[in-house]
């Protein structure tokens, strides 16, 4: 969850301030010092700037908004990198490429433009699947904006740790009375 949380920041980030990455995958996401770097900027822009649509879009296409696999000529938006961001999201998740068996290019832009997506994976908390479910729709007006993500993420991650904390109490109560009952036992 903590990478998730760091990514969907870093996207926060570079959206606040009008850029769309444009090639968010696996190999421009890095870790150091166990904190998500974002990186290569080479397809990058501001937010409402002017590209040649007559240019073959550029990309991985696992991880490319549908509808610029569709149409070469739809502007990049934020929202295909919010696209970008569910299809890592579900990677986080199953530790697997996307479309994994998909070797042909043709049939996996087919694929993607004809709404096929992953399966989530099981035992993936339900608020996360919800969530990269909404991101990686179709159209483009249909995905939420970053900072619904984020908090999304935080909200997630603020239940987990009330789980998990929740669950630690109830341990530490059980192994309290367990040790009680053994220093009762031993009198």
Not at 19 to 34: E, K
Not at 132 to 159: A, G, H, M
Request: with cysteine; hydrophobic share 30%.
């Amino acid at each position: 969850m903590k990478f998730a949380n760091e990514m969907a920041s870093a996207i926060l980030c570079l959206h606040d301030n009008e850029i769309i990455h444009g090639d968010l995958h696996p190999s421009n996401v890095l870790i150091h010092q166990r904190t998500i770097k974002i990186a290569d900027f080479g397809c990058s822009r501001l937010h409402g700037s002017v590209i040649n649509k007559k240019e073959k879009p550029y990309g991985v296409m696992r991880y490319m908004d549908p509808k610029i696999l569709k149409d070469h000529s739809y502007d990049l938006t934020k929202k295909s990198d919010i696209y970008s961001l569910a299809v890592l999201l579900w990677q986080l998740t199953s530790c697997k490429l996307p479309f994994e068996s998909e070797t042909d290019d043709d049939v996996l832009k087919i694929c993607i433009i004809n709404g096929k997506r992953e399966i989530p994976i099981k035992e993936t908390n339900d608020e996360y699947v919800e969530l990269y479910q909404k991101c990686w729709e179709f159209e483009p007006k249909d995905r939420p904006d970053i900072s619904e993500i984020v908090s999304t993420l935080k909200s997630i991650n603020s239940e987990k740790n009330k789980t998990i904390k929740s669950e630690e109490n109830e341990i530490t109560k059980e192994l309290e009375n367990d040790n009680l009952s053994c220093q009762i036992r031993n009198y």
